[in-house]
C-alpha cells in the first residue's frame, strides 16, 4: 500500500512507493530514496519538506507566468 506521511518534529515527507524490503538508500539533494533489492525505489524521504515543496510550486508558477504570451 502507498502512504505518504509528513514529520512535523524533523520537517520530513515521507512517500512510500512500494511494500518491498529495503536494502539501501542514497542521498540526492534534500532527498533521501531508499531501494529494494532489485534496485527498485521503496521510499522517497524528502528532507527541509516545507522548503522543498515551496521551492518547486514557485518554480511552477514562475514557468506557467513565463510560458503565458
Given amino acids: 500500500m502507498r502512504k505518504i506521511k509528513y514529520s512535523r518534529d524533523v520537517d520530513a515527507l ?3 512507493l512500494s ?4 536494502d539501501y538508500a542514497e542521498e540526492e539533494g ?3 530514496i531508499h531501494f ?5 525505489p521503496v521510499l522517497l524521504e ?6 522543498f515543496i515551496l ?3 514557485s518554480s511552477v508558477v ?3 507566468e513565463i ?3
Fill in 14 to 16: 515521507l512517500v512510500e
Fill in 19 to 22: 511494500d518491498k524490503p529495503i
Fill in 30 to 32: 534534500q532527498m533521501i
Fill in 36 to 40: 529494494s533489492k532489485d534496485g527498485q
Fill in 46 to 51: 524528502i528532507l527541509d519538506a516545507k522548503d
Fill in 55 to 57: 521551492n518547486s510550486l
Fill in 62 to 64: 514562475k514557468e506557467k
Fill in 67 to 69: 510560458a503565458i504570451p
